[in-house]
Antibody
Framework: EVQLVESGGGLVRPGGSLRLSCAAS????????MNWVRQAPGKGLEWVSYISSSGSTIYYADSVKGRFTISRDNAKNSLYLQMNSLRADDTAVYYCARDSAGGGTTEFDYWGQGTLVTVSS | DIQMTQSPSTLSASVGDRVTITCRAS??????LAWYQQKPGKAPKLLIY???SLESGVPSRFSGSGSGTEFTLTISSLQPDDFATYYC????????FGQGTKLEIK
């Protein structure tokens, strides 16, 4: 059974940093592209970042470029999101999501349960 | 950037109704479009991919159509479990989600 389990969320002050993790199981992690998607309270879905299966190709939404860094450790079946210079509008539930097929951007067939990040003083 | 516009934002319907949600892209995305269902406090669930392909395990009352810039999600006969928020997503160039359509009980 495919499972994605996020962790690392919490309360952080504006300007602070946080590192999210996503533990993957039930599939061959190293062969899938992965993403982070967020959802502010009461709002819609916003794609945040993409990383290819090898980690060689990375994309970011303009809203987080220069502040967030996506990475992965295929030996540990884990995906990460390092978030720096956090702002109040980064407050959201952060989901990790799997691209359904290899070779570029595709639909997201599995999602984690999400981890809440709250940026507030 | 590709913008995705869903309509309507809210839809009131009854069990058994046939409903259609529309998603328009700001430029052609071929068939690189997915539809998701999300219930409160839960992660989104993939329903349709490649504009019209039904994800495994999704009931056949859900269907998708369209290509280029205009797409639709149709639920042929609403069931109580279908009242949720629906999102379209393009994956032709990076990713963009529509703003969502909340399907409410009339």
């Amino acid at each position: 059974e495919v499972q994605l389990v996020e962790s690392g969320g919490g309360l952080v002050r504006p300007g602070g940093s946080l590192r999210l993790s996503c533990a993957a199981s039930g599939f061959t992690f190293k062969t899938y592209e992965m993403n982070w998607v967020r959802q502010a309270p009461g709002k819609g879905l916003e794609w945040v970042s993409y990383i290819s299966s090898s980690g060689s190709t990375i994309y970011y939404a303009d809203s987080v470029k220069g502040r967030f860094t996506i990475s992965r450790d295929n030996a540990k079946n884990s995906l990460y999101l390092q978030m720096n210079s956090l702002r109040a509008d980064d407050t959201a539930v952060y989901y990790c999501a799997r691209d359904s097929a290899g070779g570029g951007t595709t639909e997201f067939d599995y999602w984690g349960q999400g981890t809440l990040v709250t940026v507030s003083s | 950037d590709i913008q995705m516009t869903q309509s309507p934002s809210t839809l009131s319907a009854s069990v058994g109704d046939r409903v259609t949600i529309t998603c328009r892209a700001s430029q052609s995305i071929s068939s690189s479009l997915a539809w998701y269902q999300q219930k409160p406090g839960k992660a989104p669930k993939l329903l349709i991919y490649r504009a019209s392909s039904l994800e495994s395990g999704v009931p056949s009352r859900f269907s998708g159509s369209g290509s280029g810039t205009e797409f639709t999600l149709t639920i042929s006969s609403l069931q109580p479990d279908d009242f949720a928020t629906y999102y379209c997503q393009q994956y032709n160039t990076y990713y963009t989600f529509g703003q969502g359509t909340k399907l409410e009980i009339k």
